[in-house]
């Protein structure tokens, strides 16, 4: 997965900010919204990033697939994304 072609991100003290330049319009992902967007842009699968989420804060697997899902319906509805 990358970022589409006309977006682009930059790392904040919160998390990172996408802008995409041919709209104007941009997004804010928090620290957890960022960590996901990092771990899908170096093509690991939401199921991995889910489990790895899971471990590190002692959540329940299904609700980090449910978040990590959440991510990346909005990260490609808003064509912030090209597979």
């Known amino acids: 997965m990358n970022l589409h ?7 904040t003290d919160d998390g990172t900010v996408l802008l995409n ?9 928090n620290t957890t919204g960022a960590h996901v967007l990092r771990q899908l842009l ?3 699968t939401p199921h ?3 489990a790895d989420l899971a471990a590190r ?3 329940d ?3 980090a697939e ?7 319906t909005q990260l ?3 064509d912030l994304v090209a597979a």
Do not use: E, F, K, N
């Open 76 to 78: 490609r509805s808003a």
């Open 5 to 11: 072609p006309d977006v682009v991100s930059t790392d």
């Open 57 to 59: 804060h002692h959540l």
């Open 42 to 44: 170096a093509g690991r």
């Open 66 to 72: 449910q978040d990590v899902t959440a991510v990346l």
């Open 21 to 29: 330049q041919r709209t104007g319009r941009y997004w804010q992902l």
């Open 61 to 63: 697997t299904a609700r």
């Open 48 to 50: 991995d990033i889910a």
